[in-house]
């Protein structure tokens, strides 16, 4: 069946946006679309082009007999920007305010517009660092990682606080918690991550940074590497920041309970974007 220009192209897209980081051969669209390899490389510059134009992504083209494209999803600091601003919004609404001081986050980690393009705006991030697998702990931080991940064409591995007959052997270990400092316990299955892997450890909130330290630690355990550090939003008043190197979309400056005030503040993905650190950070 011969494809139009017009179908091809949509088609091409839609499957460049499905297989991130993939290379995908000149030889398999020209076999899917019945078409010449010169007509294949006309097409893959008109998508190319779309996609830097309106802050998609780019195509890495990949030369050689065995060459192709690859599509990295990108995100300006002028795309990400009204959507930060539009999370430090959100979460600024006092009736978010919990005893205690919490802060109800469900709603927006659960609701699939917000998480997909927080997801993106963090893949981003890491687009250009070598990563093999996603970790977050159970069970808010999984809705980000799934996007993230999904961004990066990688698995996604979630850390437990206990242990599942479905998981089978588990290590595990015990850490401290930054912010209570009670000793936890938490577990991986054995069969999560290989040898050498080389780890984005992504979650929803972070204070001290002692639940992702003991991310950090039970990887020592498998040998793995960590290939960065990412979370949506961050406590900026604590005793003692356990995690220097990481990512975050929005900061939480302060908590006034009884004026029912919530004050944040973008990131630092914003200010790291504008200075050109980020790839720099994630590789150390």
Do not use: W
């Not at 510059?45 to 992504?57: L, M, N, P, S």
């Not at 005893?99 to 986050?105: C, E, V």
């Not at 270990?173 to 999560?192: C, P």
């Amino acid at each position: 069946m011969k494809f139009r220009r017009s179908e091809r192209l949509i088609d091409m897209t839609n499957y460049l946006l499905d297989h991130p980081r993939q290379l995908v051969p000149l030889t398999f669209f020209a076999e899917r679309y019945d078409s010449a390899k010169s007509s294949i490389s006309e097409d893959l510059a008109i998508v190319k082009e779309t996609f830097e134009q309106r802050g998609i992504g780019t195509l890495q083209t990949v030369p050689g007999a065995a060459g192709g494209v690859k599509f990295f999803v990108k995100v300006s600091k002028e795309k990400a920007e009204p959507f930060v601003q539009e999370l430090c919004d959100l979460i600024a609404d006092p009736d978010r305010l919990l005893p205690g001081g919490y802060l109800y986050l469900t709603d927006i980690l659960g609701n699939p517009q917000i998480v997909q393009k927080a997801g993106r705006i963090i893949a981003s991030a890491y687009a250009d660092t070598d990563i093999d697998v996603v970790m977050t702990v159970a069970t808010k931080g999984i809705p980000l990682a799934y996007a993230v991940a999904s961004q990066l064409n990688v698995p996604v591995v979630i850390v437990r606080k206990d242990s599942k007959v479905t998981e089978g052997p588990t290590v595990s270990i015990n850490y401290v918690s930054g912010s209570a400092k009670r000793i936890q316990t938490m577990l991986l299955s054995k069969r999560s991550i290989r040898e050498g892997s080389k780890v984005l450890i992504v979650d929803d909130f972070m204070k001290a940074g002692g639940t992702v330290m003991g991310m950090m630690s039970i990887l020592e355990e498998f040998d793995a590497s960590v290939a960065g550090i990412a979370v949506l939003v961050e406590a900026e008043k604590t005793e003692e920041r356990l995690v220097n190197d990481y990512l975050s979309l929005v900061t939480l400056s302060d908590v006034d309970v009884k004026e029912k005030k919530i004050n944040v503040h973008a990131g630092n993905y914003l200010t790291k974007q504008a200075g050109g650190d980020l790839h720099e950070s994630s590789s150390n």
